[in-house]
């Protein structure tokens, strides 16, 4: 067992990923000497060459599109997105072509690619830097949307990403970089499947979902309630798209009641398909409503306003009182 | 392009509004940038740096082109001609572009790859694939009915502009691959990405010449210009013309009479050839003619007059064609005969094979979303068939 | 009274905010001679002339670009997008620019533009030309999302569209382009807000939400219901975004059921955030979960299935049916 | 370039290395498609095209340039070390780049309107935004603090590329109000887009270049060629000049030396003149050098090496117009004395400014989301509102 952050944790799957397979190749911006702007591929091009760790020109549809040639060539390309903000000019390529691909050629084409994109808030950034796009990628359909939140999960979901031969995104906690957790870094399989949920923490009285940067307040949270002798079960879903709805319920089934988290904004966010989801599925246990806890329906606002706009302990608290005052 | 075709206006359009439209094109065609190695009247002339990419061809490569045109032109408007009686929910027509397709497409070799948009059928007969294939997006029953592998051809793109990126990433794996300026004439290898005038403004083919030129990727676009991007012209992506934006991403452009076979062949060799030996990119505009509507959908009196259609015509690269091989005998009027029965032979396999085309199985439609299993899908195929078969009893 | 098709409408819709203020132009590919692919600008560059009536270079982040800086510049662009399908190359401007310009600028700068996009499936097209993309705007913040359904509604709502000083993207429902109703071209103000609900039809024993295309199949379904016994409310829901749950929240108190249907893919389609929501603020009045009926979760499938991938009145029934079961 | 800074390099580096990278940049500085109006030694050279644009410039003016360089450059520097302090978030230095920008800022007329990127502190001084509200974005006070039409000076736009089409939309606004190519010099108007060698990657980047050529929009491209994209040199992004892909959409494009801020300024006004007399677009791309990390986020010794600096030091912009000034005795050292003073004035107005800079109100974020009202935003400002209330006796 090593104690790595994530970054780094990301940093030595990507490394095990592209040792055991010559046709993974990165490309991005500044990924190569500089290590990308957040050093997630530090030194990774200095041992795998220019050839596999691929400095692009700065237009992100390009990066993206010509992945896609890529993969079409035969190789396995991880795209790395600087920041979340930037993956937009990509978003006709990701939606009409790489979530696509496979379903238009009947199958006879596959896109393994990852695409990795730092997300989300909390980091005292301009503008653009601390956006939370999972949504728009979760709903479209053909592409899978997976968020580590600990160090052992970005470890070892970056090699199942790039080992899946679906196209993926991958999204990356930007605030949570540097937080350490235990890796078994000799470890030889993956402790669970890519595409499910994990339960956190055990509880009785209420389910807390949520996933990347958010699965840490939401333990917190719970550890605050415990105190007050209210015991709650964290599911880190880990996969948005295909949802582990199957975790979830059993979980909901279980406690009664459910509060989702994320710090995208609320309204049509992932904790909206969650709910509606779930209040048909459970529909019997609920013993109160769906609670939400997002971001609010803003864009995301200057960053000495970040405190206030993402959903911290507090708020998250207050959501679940609100659920059990039911 | 010689005065005679001013001279001679077709019937029934007026000869002024003819030369108005002529003087413009004729300038563009008799300039020294203008790659021509047929005339409109089917006289072979030469050109300095292409004549010698076609000077290995045989009488049988010649004939070969002309059949190439004219049955692609036969089974197009088969296709045109279905989709009127509604066994076609759209068709997009490469008429009057035949040259421009087949010339460039029997200059790849087998281990090439080409990027399509959605309207070359020329190029794909030349691939080798399927015609009937092609008719499986617009009839409805997919959206791509071909292995892309099997003929190194690429699905049809729809939306403008992005397969440029991918043949330039395609290209940038067969650096990676070694398969290029390697001197072994099956093992070096370039890729071909077609688009169109409109295509040109683009965001996606303008950082496809980006990623192009920063990686010398062995890549040859080919611009179609036609004319026309559905009502709008040329003029209207461009004030210069089009092969001269490769100046501004750093590589050579050359513009080419696209109704011209022989011509469109020897300048995508040429290109191909030294993209394969690894010089990089570079960008062919066939100045050619989109002679019918944008797609059947299409209504083109709206936005343009027929004289222009009528001077067109006169450029048909078919009848220059068949110009040149009867005067420089090297095919006789039984060969012409034999692509005739060959073209009607053609057009009554596609018909039959379309009117036979089944219908995809609705189930069919949770296939291949994703290669893995995905929970999702199997829901609501499941779903789906329980509630299919609910109705069973009432039909 | 005149019966005029939905295209027509929006037409007369569009000459009218064009006659009344100068400063509107509308921006897009082949809207000038050609009148629009569907005509909906039909002949408005002959009466307006080429200065307002702007046939584009073909490239969609150019239009919207080009689009924000006539705005700035103080004229009221109204954009076309020509499918639904194409509307992603401009994603970033849209999502980036667009929707963050006033709130960006602490309210210096208006945007007053209207995005129109012809939406949806059902009429035979090709890959790319029936997608229902209108989650991804609704969860952007900062903009606003309306979508028409009838004649009447496209003449006023296009009106209302424009005159609003917000951004605002406006869905046409593409496959009742040539549907015909009542309007009054002579009226002088419009029949109600632009960002509200409008109650279809009354009905006791269910609700059912759409908007755009699929209000017709819910009308269709609420008659066929009907004849069964079954009364129908139907919810004609016209703003996507902001949403008006007040009047969605007011009838499922009344019913006690609701059923959301539209063409996009469930998954963190409209339907999941008006379960989400109405599933809390009518916790106690709902006799039923909400039920969602909508596209299934896969790229919009080739045009010889659409029947069966678009939700028509038999599965809205069935949705309803499934509704009233509990 | 002169031989002069090879043979002279600064203390502690390798001459070897430096005269490496001297020699390319020299060659380009040599080359006669560069503008260069005063030598890094502060010699005034003319030019035949471009000298007619700074004759009339005062001596006042010349020491106004002078005056803008000295206080941006030492408002750059005290915003670099607030950040370093942590009174701001981030902060995109323009260090080295000031002469590109004085020199553009300062050739444009009220009128015109200018679109930064996100480094443009030096053209929005000379615009008159008031520097202090160049802070708040980087501070976290906000996402862009000063109202554009004040100025005619644009928010600075952070995805890159994005404002290129913005300015020329700007600029068809322009023509459609009749302002541009009517003889009236305070009617006519132009627009300046700003953009770094990386942007020119970007498809927005080119298609603005397609419709201000296809609109002839009165808008002029100012490209600040710095060398480096973060991480990237500018070879990664074109690999012809950059000045160069103007070529490939039609219309001019001029390379100058960044860091002459006479020859900026006269190329930058006969491209505004020209845009505003209707002569349609133009792209400037100004070579210049960062001489700091691309932000002050970032580690420019993990990519180039300190020599590089080193010579770009000898270019310095402001020390070559000091050497002028000097030499021609345009200024005398009370007035050097006096700017000093005044920038020392200013970074302490501006230091003392930030740390006033109070944080915004929380419920304001609920603020200018839209113009009309909005029931979510009511509702989650009142739901705001009422959640922060709840712990307000706990603090
Ligand atoms: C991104 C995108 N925008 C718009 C369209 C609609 N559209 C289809 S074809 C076409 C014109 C294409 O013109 P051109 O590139 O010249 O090709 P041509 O059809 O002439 O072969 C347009 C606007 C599209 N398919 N994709
Ligand atoms: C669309 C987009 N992609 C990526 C980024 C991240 N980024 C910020 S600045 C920068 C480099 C810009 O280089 P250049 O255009 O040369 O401008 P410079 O910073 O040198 O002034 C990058 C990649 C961004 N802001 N926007
Ligand atoms: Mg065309
Ligand atoms: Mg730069």
New interface residues.
Partial sequence: MSKVTIGKAINAGLRRAMERDPKI?IMG??I????G?FRVTENLQKDFGE?RI??????E??I????????????RPIVEIQFD??V??A???I???V??M?????????LPMVIRIPVGGGI??????SESNE??F??T??L?VVACSNAEDAYWMIQQAVE???PIIFYEPKRRYHEKGEVDLTATSAPRPL?GANIALVGEHLTLAAYGPMVKVCLDAAAAAAAEGKSIEVIDLRSL??????AVATSVNKTGRLVVTHE??T???????I???I??RC?YSLE?????VGG????Y??????E??LPDL??VL?GVDRALA? | MSDKEVAMPPEGVDAAAVAALVAPVAEIIGGAEFVQLLTPEGERVDHPEYSQYVADLSDEDLRGFYRDQVLIRRFDAEATALQRQGELGLWASLLGQEAAQVGSGRALRPQDYAFPTYREHGVAWCRGVNPLNLLGMFRGVNHGGWDPNENNFHLYTVVIGAQTLHAVGYAMGIQHDHAVGTGDPDRDTAVIAYFGDGASAQGDVNESFVYAASTNAPVVFFCQNNQWAISQPVERQSRIPIYQRARGFGFPGVRVDGNDVLAVYAVTKAALNSARSGQGPMLIEAFTYRMGAHTTSDDPTKYRISAEVEVWKLRDPIARLKAYLTSSLKADPAFFDDVETEADALAGRVRAGCLAMPDPEPMSMFDNIYVEQHPLIDAERAGFAAYSASFEGEH
Same sequence: chains 1, 3.
Avoid: W
Wanted: net charge negative; aromatic share 10%.
């Fill in positions: 190749v911006e500044d190569g000497k500089l290590g702007v050839d691929i400095d692009t020109p700065l237009a549809s390009g993206v599109g010509t992945a896609i040639g890529m993969a079409l060539r035969g190789y903000g930037f937009y000019p978003f006709s390529q939606t009409c072509q979530a696509k496979h379903a238009r050629s009947l199958g006879k084409i596959k005292g950034a301009v503008e653009h830097h949504a728009y979760a709903h359909a053909g899978r899946s031969d679906d595409f798209s295909p949802l582990d709805l199957d995208a904004s309204f049509l966010g992932m904790g909206a398909e709910a509606a989801a209040q048909q529909f109160s409503p769906v609670i939400r609010y329906n803003l864009p606002p200057p960053s000495r306003l970040e206030e706009f507090d708020r207050d039911y």
